[in-house]
T-cell receptor, first 115, second 109 residues
Framework: GAVVSQHPSWVICKSGTSVKIECRSL??????MFWYRQFPKQSLMLMAT?????????EQGVEKDKFLINHASLTLSTLTVTSAHPEDSSFYIC???????????FGPGTRLTVT | KNEVEQSPQNLTAQEGEFITINCSYS?????LHWLQQHPGGGIVSLFM???GKKKHGRLIATINIQEKHSSLHITASHPRDSAVYIC???????????FGKGTLLTVNP
């Protein structure tokens, strides 16, 4: 089946530093990748949609200069949290879809803690 | 009002019981997804359906497009089924998902 990986699975960083999270589709080409964040006991919140080779589309209220998304290939998208603050601490999940399909394959998530 | 409503919010069952989780939506959809998330874990896609019924092991998902309603059934529930079950829809031709708030299922041995 289609597998999506994320790296790292968890990360602790100091306030003010930047953190990069990778999302890879291991056995298929991902036309579109989605980035979500999830706070404890809440549902997923879509942050942005990224298509390979083009700029990401951010949801309202998500700062594009703070959450940098790069989708450089059909198997890799990265989310960089710049100048992280404790309020950025969250569970970040990516998903990927192939062309002409509504199916989304989710990564295992990355838990970010900013101290 | 959320476009996707799930019920119940919380459900506790004894091992072996038949479980039903419901999902209602208010928009036209292209597909409906049932997702599972264990505590502290990632999201697993259980089903994607746009009509009828699908079955995988002890899990069954049904959808009624006219009534804008879907159900997820678990037969012979087991403690390892304890998780949050999330209903999500693709509205229209939108590839983005709109999520329900989830149903926390606890199955006691």
């Amino acid at each position: 089946g289609a597998v999506v990986s994320q790296h790292p699975s968890w990360v602790i960083c100091k306030s003010g530093t930047s953190v990069k999270i990778e999302c890879r589709s291991l056995d298929f080409q991902a036309t579109t990748m989605f980035w979500y964040r999830q706070f404890p006991k809440q549902s997923l919140m879509l942050m942005a949609t990224s298509n390979e080779g083009s700029k990401a589309t951010y949801e309202q209220g998500v700062e594009k200069d703070k959450f940098l998304i790069n989708h450089a290939s059909l198997t890799l998208s990265t989310l960089t949290v710049t100048s992280a603050h404790p309020e950025d601490s969250s569970f970040y999940i990516c998903s990927a879809r192939t062309e002409n399909s509504y199916e989304q394959y989710f990564g295992p998530g990355t838990r970010l803690t900013v101290t | 009002k959320n476009e996707v409503e799930q019920s119940p919010q919380n459900l506790t069952a004894q091992e072996g019981e038949f479980i039903t989780i419901n999902c209602s939506y208010s928009v036209g959809i292209s597909a409906l997804h049932w997702l599972q998330q264990h505590p502290g874990g990632g999201i697993v896609s259980l089903f994607m359906l746009s009509s009828g019924k699908k079955k995988h092991g002890r899990l069954i998902a049904t959808i009624n497009i006219q009534e804008k309603h879907s159900s997820l059934h678990i037969t012979a529930s087991h403690p390892r089924d304890s998780a949050v079950y999330i209903c999500a829809v693709n509205g229209g031709s939108n590839y983005k998902l709109t999520f329900g708030k989830g149903t926390l299922l606890t199955v006691n041995p």
